[in-house]
């Protein structure tokens, strides 16, 4: 039903920026709100950022001011511009939809934050 394809991870020194891409199959993007999580090793999986069908947004208190999550309808994807990037910040990136109560997944893009 819905296919999730995330990409732009990789490794950025501390205070730099990257942006990640989720690419969503299928009509049911326009309607489902979008979420990005990290995993870290060892560390339970944790939301980063949300936004509605309608563009509403929620962050993290961590990245609050820091990153932003947009959508893109006509591409079916959604973003996450992320800044002053910290070492705490790596993690694998997971793009999540939730649709009727269900969660779609990404595989997720790793993010490491190194000097």
């Known amino acids: 039903q819905v296919q999730l394809v995330e990409s732009g991870g990789g490794l950025v020194q501390p205070g730099g920026s990257l942006r990640l891409s989720c690419a969503a199959s299928?009509?049911?993007?326009?309607?489902?709100?979008m979420r990005w999580y990290r995993q870290a090793p060892g560390k339970e999986r944790e939301l980063v950022a949300a936004?509605?069908?309608?563009?509403?947004?929620n962050y993290a208190d961590l990245v609050k001011g820091r990153f932003t999550i947009s959508r893109d309808n006509a591409k079916n994807t959604v973003y996450l511009q992320m800044n002053s990037l910290k070492p705490e910040d790596t993690a694998v990136y997971y793009c999540?939809?939730?649709?009727?109560?269900?969660?779609?997944w990404g595989q997720g893009t790793q993010v490491t934050v190194s000097s």
């Open positions: 999540n939809l939730r649709h009727i109560g269900y969660d779609y």
């Open positions: 936004i509605t069908s309608g563009g509403n947004t």
């Open positions: 299928g009509s049911i993007f326009r309607i489902a709100p």
